[in-house]
């Protein structure tokens, strides 16, 4: 075969690809970013998707690593005062950690269904712009019930009838005090760091500022600098 026909047959089909491309019509956007109604709630939940998945396995990690170290610590110490600490840190941490596997942020791992959802015919176009719907109503009363004031409610109470159970129990006094402050820290700073993306768009407020503070400001005192936030 000549130099020239072997060119021929290379050309042709490289032609056949090129006129393919030119006559196939672009794929049309998809409803989740073409449909201005539905547009901000999948950037918000996208937004959301990767800190809500770093959030959740963080503190179960942590929650987790907790219940490991303070097996450990019952095990193996000989301080009365440690092991008893121990022994009550244990089933509160795996309470929490439990509380965090079972019930996830929305956006953590609700969208990869709604991406693989077909979108040819209006039937299915309304069904995926209903399942977008639902998971941004249900990330954003999750993210409202995690801000809500019952929430700090909660924390504040649970660690205080910790500290009490080593108080009035075992009359540990200094532990109590440590698990209720270092106790009430751990949940105000699992509120403060879960993302909020949905939960401000519906609410129209901007995203958090440093440690989910909004507004962050510095005020001055007569005897220095205070920052504050509202939340």
Known sequence: MSLAGLA????????????????????????????????????ALEA??????????GWAGFLGGVVVGQSIIA???????????A??????????????LLVPPAAAFGLEDIRRMPEETEAQRT???????????RSVEQERFYRSPL??????????GLAA??????KLGGRALLMLVGGTIEWELQIFTRP??????????????????RGLHVVPLPNGLALAGVF
């Open 151 to 160: 929430n700090h409610v909660i924390g504040l109470t649970v660690n205080a």
């Open 87 to 100: 022994y009550v840190n244990i089933p509160a941490s795996a309470a929490g950690m439990l509380a965090v």
């Open 127 to 137: 069904a995926k712009a209903s399942a977008l719907r639902r998971l941004f109503d």
């Open 8 to 43: 021929l047959l290379l050309t042709l089909p490289v032609a056949q690809v090129a006129s393919a491309a030119e006559e196939s019509p672009p794929s049309p956007a998809s409803i989740l970013t073409a449909d201005p109604s539905l547009a901000p709630l999948w950037k």
């Open 196 to 213: 909020t993306a949905a939960l401000d768009l519906a609410t129209g407020r901007s995203g958090p500022g440093l440690l989910g503070l």
């Open 75 to 85: 095990a193996t110490t000989s301080n009365e005062g440690s092991r008893i600490t």
């Open 48 to 57: 959301e998707e990767h800190p809500d998945r770093l959030w959740y396995w």
């Open 165 to 170: 159970l080593l108080y009035f129990g075992w």
